[in-house]
């Protein structure tokens, strides 16, 4: 996990350094990408601080039920 994880935030990051520089963001998208990176950011923080303090069973129930959460709620979106 440890591997992928920091593939990914590499080529993210390339991503959008590179779509930067080929204008692609207006002011829109970085007034959201403004929003997001500190809420994620923070996001990561707490899931890291939970992960620390319960062990591995509970917190695999835990993302379960999360995931299912939000496939409810998503579900219940495209419903309505």
Do not use: E, H, W
């Not at 994880?5 to 990051?13: A, E, G, Y």
């Not at 963001?25 to 996001?43: E, F, K, M, Q, R």
């Amino acid at each position: 996990r440890a591997l992928l994880q920091s593939f990914n935030m590499t080529v993210l990051t390339i991503s959008t350094i590179l779509l930067a520089f080929k204008g692609v963001y207006d002011s829109n998208v970085l007034l959201a990408l403004a929003i997001a990176t500190p809420v994620a950011l923070a996001g990561a923080q707490v899931g890291i601080a939970v992960f620390k303090r319960i062990n591995d069973a509970v917190f695999r129930r835990l993302l379960i039920f999360l995931m299912l959460a939000s496939g409810v709620v998503l579900l219940g979106r495209s419903v309505l």
